[in-house]
């Protein structure tokens, strides 16, 4: 027979249990389940009879959050801790409260007291188990798995061209196996990861053993090797292929390199920086192309954090004579916090300091080093265009373009500007194609000093 003393202690543990799974399992909005909870703390606070008997009913929560996690197979979001230590706490006082309803004025003022404890002790539990677990799991800002396209120029746009540091017959090879070129994965299942064919060889290596890909596209009018080049570098998550839409409006008129940043395509590495490392990758990939085809002129091209990296790189390369930078952010606190909030829910302090201070740690090198607000006040007399789209929540243009803006006309930086109204992250040349197009190509003839 159970023993009187522990009958409220179980009571209390089945009214959490059962509550807090019905308000999880409950299709009520986010806003409506916490006064929910409250009611199911008091509940269970009432069965417990008293204030300090109320600790069991947090044992019950928490199997009802496990309970859910394992109906749905997902946590729900990479911060989901967040929202379970509050659930957590509103359980606890609420319960509290209801254990010290039914006492004495002297024991509902010292429920009061219990419950104002333990709602700091458990922010600070919660806080520290949070940032905890955003620093654990940075590993996903560094791992950035890529996407699964695989086109080339010839399956893109019927263009010749050169494969850099890898046989080029194995893009057949990818083309044969996945018919979709936009969607090339290992044995066509997604969850397998990107199947981007064979990995670079040795022919272009960075400066810490990163073996580099890429193509290297001739201009559409005919220019030799020597005349005016452009290297386009893509964004995180991406690879050279996601850079050929970049690449059409530029390949009349310009030689073109696209490249495979490392922990990307066909590049080696397992480890994305968000453009600091990156960096000298593209120093490797300007090294083989000076020393094959000696440009006469040469412009850089770069998107998101493919335009952090190359401005990483100009900073101490005096090789590029024109900048275009699509979709960049100032600072990558900013930008990781911006996509804990828009993406995941929660707030952007501090999870976006945890999550590069975790990168950092783990990579040995401080990521923030790249900030593009940083970079871009020592590019010199060398002119740069950014772009932007006033739809970007990933970089929303008050938190980077216009501190970008700011910093390099504060260093006397030769800066143009131009935004599209209807674009997002990454999708400016999606959303205004031939804007894009028209600003580019007059700011890089402009650069060369071809029109006026």
């Not at 104002?116 to 654990?136: D, K």
């Not at 290297?216 to 005349?227: C, F, L, M």
């Not at 968000?274 to 192309?289: F, Q, S, T, V």
Request: glycine share 12%; hydrophobic share 45%.
């Amino acid at each position: 027979m159970l023993r009187r003393d522990w009958a409220p202690l179980v009571g209390s543990f089945v009214v959490a249990l059962v509550g807090a799974t019905a308000v999880r399992l409950l299709p009520a909005t986010e806003l409506a389940a916490w006064p929910l909870l409250a009611v199911v703390g008091v509940a269970a606070g009432a069965v417990a009879g008293q204030p300090a008997r109320v600790w069991l009913a947090l044992a019950g929560c928490a199997v009802a959050e496990l309970i859910v996690i394992l109906g749905n197979g997902d946590p729900g979001g990479p911060f989901w801790c967040l929202a379970f230590g509050g659930r957590l706490v509103v359980v606890f006082v609420f319960g509290v409260l209801g254990g010290a309803a039914g006492s004495s004025p002297r024991g509902l003022a010292r429920g009061w007291r219990l419950a104002t404890l333990g709602i700091v002790i458990a922010c600070l539990i919660g806080l520290t188990g949070y940032l905890g677990y955003a620093f654990a799991r940075s590993d996903e800002y560094l791992v950035q798995a890529g996407e699964g396209d695989c086109g080339n120029p010839m399956s893109a746009y019927g263009w010749t061209y050169q494969a850099i540091n890898y046989d080029q017959a194995d893009d057949a090879r990818l083309l044969a196996t996945h018919p979709d070129p936009r969607h090339c994965y290992v044995g066509n299942v997604k969850d397998n990861g990107p199947d981007q064919g064979e990995k670079a060889g040795t022919d272009v290596v960075s400066s810490d053993g990163i073996h580099l890909a890429g193509w290297y596209i001739p201009a559409a009018n005919g220019e030799p090797p020597t005349g005016p080049t452009l290297v386009l570098v893509h964004g995180g998550r991406d690879n050279k292929s996601g850079m050929l839409k970049y690449a059409a409006p530029l390949h009349p008129d310009y030689n073109l390199v696209l490249l495979d940043l490392r922990n990307q395509g066909r590049s080696t590495g397992d480890a994305s920086s968000g453009g600091l490392l990156e960096a000298g990758d593209l120093r490797a990939m300007i090294d083989w192309l000076e020393r094959t085809k000696h440009p006469s002129w040469l412009g850089l091209v770069g998107n998101s954090n493919g335009a952090a990296t190359v401005l990483a790189e100009v900073v101490d390369d005096q090789r590029p004579q024109a900048i275009v930078l699509d979709s960049m952010h100032a600072s990558v606190i900013a930008q990781l916090g911006n996509v804990a909030e828009t993406e995941n829910g929660f707030p952007a302090w501090p999870s976006a300091w945890a999550l590069v201070s975790g990168a950092s740690w783990r990579l040995g090198v401080d990521i923030t080093a790249a900030d593009p607000v940083r970079t871009i006040t020592r590019v010199g007399d060398r002119p740069v265009l950014l772009l932007h789209g006033l739809l970007d929540t990933v970089d929303r243009p008050a938190d980077s373009l216009e501190r970008n803006v700011a910093a390099a006309l504060a260093a006397g930086v030769d800066v143009e500007v131009h935004v599209c109204p209807t674009g997002a992250h990454g999708t400016v040349i999606d959303q205004c194609p031939v804007a894009w197009a028209d600003w580019t190509t007059h700011f890089l003839a402009v650069a060369r000093g071809v029109t006026s």
